[in-house]
């Protein structure tokens, strides 16, 4: 009888479990383990290979350097803006990296307060991802302003130069502080995450100079139930805190282009829109990199294949959502009537001269991420690397086409033009991304990829819950009435 | 011995955080007051069973708002209106709307400094010596080791006593550290 009522409440146990309990590590780690595999990453003798990635990505840097040099000795007219397009590549590389770095943001401060578990061993990777591609944005807009050495003018600091104050009421001002004050407190949220594991790496060192180096950084951190009263307090309130910063910075951003008064830019869906391609291209980063990195640092059992799946699905719904964006500013376009606003859309952007960059924006963003429909396509490594960085092209290509269809024709036919890149935005691009993978090369030598103190309580956490869930698979398969019938 | 200044406590290490807990709440029923737990993530409730107080921190932080978003409102409305009023395309010189985005910012900006500065304070960091880094087996805190400290300040506390208290509960190893 027992039996009976067992598998009618749990018919479906075993299948409940494993969507309830995802394999978030596999091989079952011990909490050793994750301190071992992770741990060692940063105490073994330097591999040969991280040289050669060094130099590579150093030379890259270089390049980027070289190309600052040149526009700051010569004058922004080395690269390709030109009137009527002021705004080319810089604010398009500009509004990429800033991009990028929102799925950092998200995965540690949102799904933090969602509770989702999956995010722990992707947070301090994808975190640093943020701060960094955040240095590659912010080199565009200083440098953009012609003569950087003045940039400081953007900040309300008193100077005996500028006899005025900033214009409060002009969005690239708030972009200013939006950028900087998201820069600041993603910094400041991952070191605070850093704080314990920087702990484990200076008890665990073995010299004197690991011990120091090690011992100052992480301040005397010794996990004390007092410490970590404060510290989830703190970190507590930096998820509730970055939680709507993110969401204002890819706003703020919009701002730029939605509070002028530009046919293609003056439209209230910007905010919403720019927010879920910025997600959009953030996860597609994390996939490229992480496919790399877990591979190479060998922590596929930390970071499994639940997790790469959990993130093409976000890229699947914000590519979706990406996509619905561009039908509705079609849609605004026509439906209002206004005639510079369809000449924008129906002829600049996807018949004009720029028709090659709108539809490659529409294969790359709208057409690719709905393969990820298919488990089998999006739980294939080789082939997840490919959507991940064809979507990063598509949203390169999304903020370019924002850019350049909207100024490229004025409205008097006689200053209308076409933008072209010169060797100077090309190389100075291609040198951001050295930069950004120099900071990676780094970074994964000397700190802790992933966060283990929270993949230990999250281990810890399951266990918990597994024995729960095992109860009731058992139950359902009537194991649990061996004991007879009482 | 609660008088010995040479020693800061007793030591007692445990497997699991279940167990620790456990202990925890015996060493409260026994009637200790000064002891402290180490672990290598945050252990929820063990705070309550320590009898520890809630953090500060959150009203920290709201001063920290509060500061940001005065400074905001000031900044904009003192440079625009007051200090240097410059008509630009006509809009007013302070307004409420416009300034929303920087007042999100620096408000923001401060709680988050408040936030992880206040952190750091409250929990007396940096501090680079403490006793329990003379525990033999600390390296085991940030690994995978739970692990409780009876202080030697606390009055119930005698080395035999606690000791065999703390071996009740199920303890692996037990030591005594110096201050």
């Not at chain 1, 080395?78 to 080319?88: E, I, K, L, S, Y």
């Not at chain 1, 090690?214 to 009263?229: P, V």
């Not at chain 1, 910075?249 to 910025?278: E, K, M, N, R």
């Not at chain 1, 739980?379 to 086409?401: C, D, H, L, Q, Y």
């Amino acid at each position: 009888m027992a039996e009976i009522t067992h598998a009618a409440l749990n018919p479906h146990a075993q299948e409940m479990k494993e969507r309830l309990s995802p394999s978030l590590t596999t091989g079952h780690p011990s909490m050793h383990d994750v301190t071992e595999a992770v741990s060692i990453i940063s105490e073994v003798k330097t591999h040969r290979n991280w040289y050669i990635a060094l130099a590579v990505t150093g030379s890259i840097t270089g390049i980027l350097g070289l190309m600052l040099a040149y526009l700051v000795a010569t004058g922004v007219g080395v690269w390709g803006n030109n009137g009527p397009v002021g705004w080319g590549w810089d604010i398009t590389n500009f509004v990429f990296w800033i991009g990028i770095g929102h799925a950092g943001t998200l995965i540690s401060a949102i799904l933090f307060l969602f509770r989702q578990k999956w995010r722990t061993s992707i947070n301090r990777f994808s975190e640093a991802m943020t701060l960094f591609a955040v240095a590659c944005a912010g080199i565009y807009p200083a440098v953009h302003v012609g003569r950087p050495w003045r940039a400081y003018w953007l900040f309300p600091i008193p100077n005996e130069f500028l006899n005025m104050w900033q214009n409060f009421r002009s969005p690239l001002l708030w972009d200013v502080f939006a950028v900087s004050t998201y820069a600041t407190v993603s910094a400041l949220f991952w070191y605070v995450g850093l704080i314990p594991d920087l702990a484990t790496i200076r008890d665990r060192a073995v010299t004197k100079g690991r011990q120091m180096a090690y011992g100052i950084a992480s301040l005397g951190w010794r996990g004390s139930a007092t410490h970590w009263k404060n510290y989830e307090k703190a970190y507590m309130i930096l998820a509730g805190l970055s939680t709507p910063l993110v969401l204002s910075v890819h706003t703020i951003v919009s701002f730029d282009f939605a509070v002028s008064i530009l046919p293609g830019w003056h439209t209230t869906i910007f905010p919403p829109y720019f927010v879920a391609g910025a997600i959009f291209s953030g996860f597609a980063m994390v996939v490229t990199l992480m496919v790399i990195a877990r591979w190479i640092y060998k922590v596929e059992h930390l970071v499994t294949m639940t997790h790469l799946e959990n993130m093409n699905k976000v890229i699947l719904a914000t590519g979706t959502i990406v996509g619905y964006a561009y039908a509705t500013e079609f849609f605004i376009a026509w439906y209002s009537g206004n005639p510079y606003e369809s000449y924008v859309f129906f002829v600049s952007r996807a018949t004009g001269p720029y028709w090659w960059a709108y539809w490659t924006m529409i294969t790359c963003n709208v057409i690719s991420p709905q393969f990820f429909w298919f488990k089998k396509l999006r739980t294939n490594i080789p082939f997840m690397f490919a959507i991940s960085i064809v979507v990063n092209i598509g949203m390169w290509f999304e903020r370019f086409v924002i850019i350049a269809t909207s100024l490229h024709r004025d409205f008097l036919p006689a200053s209308w033009g076409y933008f072209r890149p010169t060797f100077v935005d090309i190389l100075t691009f291609f040198g951001t991304f050295g930069l950004f993978l120099t900071l990676f090369v780094f970074f994964t030598r000397f700190l802790p990829i992933i966060a283990m103190s929270e993949v230990k309580g999250m281990m810890s956490a399951t266990r918990h819950e597994q024995h729960y869930l095992d109860e009731a698979v058992d139950a359902s398969e009537g194991k649990v009435l061996e004991g007879g019938a009482h | 011995m609660a008088d010995n200044p040479s020693i800061h406590g007793l030591v007692a290490d445990f497997d699991s955080p279940d167990r620790l807990m456990d202990a925890v709440k015996a060493a409260r029923k026994a009637g200790y007051t000064k002891m402290e737990a180490y672990t290598p993530f945050p252990i929820h409730g063990i705070d309550d069973a320590m009898g520890a107080k809630p953090s500060i921190l959150g009203y920290l932080v709201l001063l920290g708002s509060a500061t940001g978003l005065g400074l905001a409102i000031w900044l904009q409305w003192w440079t625009g209106a007051v200090d240097y009023p410059l008509v630009i395309a006509g809009k007013p010189f302070f307004a409420f709307e416009p300034s929303v985005p920087i007042m999100f910012e620096l408000t923001v900006l401060l709680s988050s400094f408040v936030a992880v500065f206040g952190m750091i304070g409250l929990n007396g960091l940096p501090k680079l010596y403490h006793p329990i880094f003379n525990y033999t087996g600390h390296k085991g805190i940030t690994d995978d080791r739970f692990v409780l400290v009876i202080e030697a300040s606390d009055r119930e506390f005698d080395a035999t006593g606690t000791r065999d208290f703390l071996a009740a509960q199920g303890a692996g190893k037990l030591e005594l550290i110096e201050a």
